[in-house]
């Protein structure tokens, strides 16, 4: 089941979009050197190691451009991938392969490093019961795929932005004057509006995690920079009472300490804001 945000409507919203800014008045380039009536067929050829992701997309990108494109997908979303491997083939006009290209591989790039390095850190926790979750540490206007595909790399999604949950960060906590009022003024604003949102609070001290616990009505409670004896003594303090997340300064390194102290989840911004973008290429054969 796909997350609610990858909807027909909104990747189709994103494709024209990008197409928009890619296109324009029309792929010249194309329009000038190749005939309007010429076929032709490529191939999306892997040359690198990771986890494919994007090829759904693929697939809308072409279909978007140019709808009698005929595309054969031989490597779906999530499968590992090697040097060599190639991962779909498209058939049809070749002056829409060409306009299409450019878009595809972006997206496929981009999206297959960040499943590649979610698998990894996913890998380091395994067994331990909790789950990893990504940030809204994002490109603008790229959340939507950069989310998904955590997602194909075994990730967990956090809120996708501030509108579908309630996260009072330090910054909140701060201007509101405390923990207590920041909450109370929460629980007052959701109940005027008659919103149902989770709520969550960042902690900076086992003193705020206290606090958070006294005013209740939360639903999780974010551990921030939190040392690892801290980490065991905040856990055993909240007792199952509320969802525990650990996140700030965590590496591969100590990833696996964090998770064994029983938090649920493990935020890491560098899922989607410091990886590298596997190689892909679009060949044409024939």
């Known amino acids: 089941m796909k997350a609610p945000y990858l909807t027909q409507e909104s ?52 279909k978007e451009v140019d709808p009698t494109l005929r595309v054969e997908v031989l490597l779906q979303d999530g499968t590992p991938i090697k040097h060599g491997d190639v991962a779909l083939t498209v058939h049809g006009k070749a002056q829409s392969i060409l306009t299409a290209e450019r878009l595809v591989l972006n997206c496929m790039q981009r999206m297959s490093g960040i499943a590649t390095y979610t698998q990894s850190i996913v890998k380091l926790i395994e067994g331990t019961g909790t789950r990893l979750l990504d940030t809204r540490k994002t490109t603008p206007n790229f959340r939507m795929m950069e989310k998904w595909a955590v997602l194909i790399g075994g990730g967990t999604n956090h809120r996708f932005g501030l ?70 003594e905040a856990v055993d303090l909240i007792g199952g009472r509320v969802e525990v997340e650990a996140s700030g300064g965590i590496t591969e390194k100590t990833i696996r300490t964090v998770a064994e102290t029983g938090v649920d989840f493990i935020s890491v911004g560098a899922l989607t804001h410091s990886n590298r973008s596997l190689d892909l290429s679009l060949k044409a054969y024939k």
């Open 163 to 232: 509108f579908d949950m309630i996260m009072l960060k330090d910054n909140h906590v701060d201007y509101a004057g405390g923990i207590k009022p920041a909450i109370e003024a929460t629980h007052a604003y959701l109940k005027k509006l008659g919103k149902d949102l989770k709520i969550e609070v960042e902690t900076r001290n086992i003193e705020e995690v206290r606090e958070a616990l006294e005013v209740g009505g939360i639903h999780r409670i974010m551990l921030d920079n939190f040392p690892v004896e801290k980490l065991k």
């Open 11 to 62: 990747i189709q919203a994103f494709i024209r979009q990008a197409l928009q800014e890619d296109v324009a008045d029309g792929d010249h380039s194309s329009l000038a050197a190749i005939p309007a009536s010429a076929t032709n067929q490529a191939k999306l050829l892997v040359k690198d190691e990771g986890i494919l992701a994007g090829v759904e997309l693929a697939v809308a990108i072409f």
